[in-house]
């Protein structure tokens, strides 16, 4: 009781204080006491918001399989987003600020594919033997006779996909980023490529979604690009890597493990034309939410499945209104037209498991067009995700990166 009423009389000893202290020095003491959270929240949020390392020297180079079946030398590889940082350099030295319009490089062929692989020796042959078969048939030889010309100026696929007629090269590539593997990962890679390139009937590759195929694709020369990642860096910072250097018209990121079913490349490139603004800009995101209530996810623990909707709850309060309306932001097959990536790529931060977020966030503030499309998935053994730490980490992940945006520790300069 006596401690009671000594606490009693000391709030009113300071309250008498306090009312005795001019209100202007009060207001002073009160917006200091406010600045200095704000700078202090601000400074915590600097150190903890993520800075890419610069790639190094050998990373941006690439090596393939010679018609001989040798494995190349290191060779250079293309970056759009180093031609365009010159690009912008030249114009600000002129002083000439009046396009804004980022202008990247005409692309060279029809679709680019960005394969992330950490130590997946063990399951990347699957995956490519579905994607070569079909990015062969669809994109091999795009001006072929089996396609038909429509009247606006477009050629439909057997798939429904749109394909332009006139300035728009045919043909695909495959970059897969080993990102710091210590497996076997390159050497599968290119001894899938060699197989496939040398032999007119290469030994078909067991998949996912093919246990027992009978039949495997030949593919062109050089289409299977190698790029080795000395240290780890995540597969946000191997996706982004692998975009710097695409040539397609356009870039699609698929997970090594071969879950998406590739075949619904074609829906994302429809819908992506589909959805196009007037400078060609939009991103067609992958999405598995029409399976929730499936087999697939019902059979998966009830621990996996409330982080699940506790991210997306999280999701929904954290990211602004465009990117939480998208039911399925994780999905590992994602398709962005050319014109999109100088408004997306260059100004990625997050390397880990949150990349797609920052991805679609960018994509909103940019005002580019992102449709949603359902695309066909299988649960496949070997993930490297935790499902509680990776959990734990993403949901900070995210609230550090939607503060860094939001308070301008990150910006579009």
């Known amino acids: ?25 009060l207001l002073l003491i009160l917006l200091t006491t406010i600045f200095g959270f704000a700078s202090f929240f601000y400074l915590a949020l600097f150190i903890a918001a993520p800075i890419p390392r610069p790639p190094l ?59 992330p692989a950490y130590n997946e020796e063990e399951r990347l042959g699957d995956m490519l ?29 057997a798939n429904g996909s749109v394909v332009l007629t006139t300035n728009i090269p045919s043909g695909w590539e495959i970059l897969i980023v080993s990102d710091g593997s210590t497996d076997k990962t390159i050497q599968t890679a290119l001894a899938f490529a060699r197989d496939h390139q040398l032999s007119q009937n290469p030994v078909p590759v067991l998949g996912p979604r ?32 692998g975009f710097r250097h695409v040539r397609g018209k356009f870039a699609i990121f698929a997970d090594a493990d071969g879950a998406s079913k590739f075949e619904d490349l074609g829906k994302l490139v429809r819908e992506c034309q589909r959805k196009a603004d007037a400078e060609g800009r939009a991103v067609a995101v ?13 059979k998966r623990s009830f621990l996996r499945n409330l982080l699940m909707h506790s991210f997306h709850l999280l999701l929904r ?28 790529i260059p100004y990625m931060h997050s390397e880990g498991w949150i990349f797609d977020v920052e991805m679609l966030m960018l994509a909103e503030s940019a ?42 520790v990150y910006r579009r300069s």
Request: glycine share 8%; charged share 20%.
């Open 210 to 241: 093919t246990q027992y195929p009978d039949h495997a694709t030949h593919i062109p020369h050089g289409s299977i690009r190698v790029i080795s990642l000395r240290q780890n860096r995540g597969k946000g910072g191997a996706v982004t890597h």
């Open 57 to 115: 020297k050998s990373e941006k180079t690439y090596t393939t399989i010679l018609p001989s079946g040798d494995i190349s030398d290191p060779k250079s590889l293309p970056c759009w987003q180093d031609c365009l940082m010159v690009s912008n350099d030249a114009v600000q030295r002129k002083g000439n600020f009046s396009d804004s319009v980022p202008m990247i490089e005409e692309p060279e062929v029809f679709i680019s594919v960005v394969v």
């Open 1 to 25: 009781m006596d401690s009671f009423d000594s606490m009693a009389d000391w709030f009113h000893r300071s309250l008498g204080l306090s009312l005795r202290v001019p209100l202007p020095l």
């Open 286 to 298: 992958g999405s598995r939410a029409h399976l929730v209530g499936s087999e697939a996810v019902v």
């Open 317 to 344: 309060l954290l990211t602004p209104p465009a990117t939480a309306a998208i039911r399925d932001t994780q999905c590992g097959f994602k398709l962005f037209s050319r014109s999109s990536l100088p408004y997306i």
């Open 367 to 408: 005002g580019i067009p992102v449709v949603e499309v359902p695309v066909g998935w299988k649960e496949v053994k070997g993930s490297k995700l935790n499902v509680i730490w990776d959990s734990l980490g993403m949901a900070w992940s995210l609230a550090v990166l939607r503060g860094a945006w939001g308070f301008g």
């Open 129 to 157: 033997e579905e994607a070569v078969e079909y990015l062969q048939k669809e994109y091999g030889n795009a001006h072929a006779g089996d396609m038909q010309k429509t009247p606006d100026g477009y050629k439909k696929s």
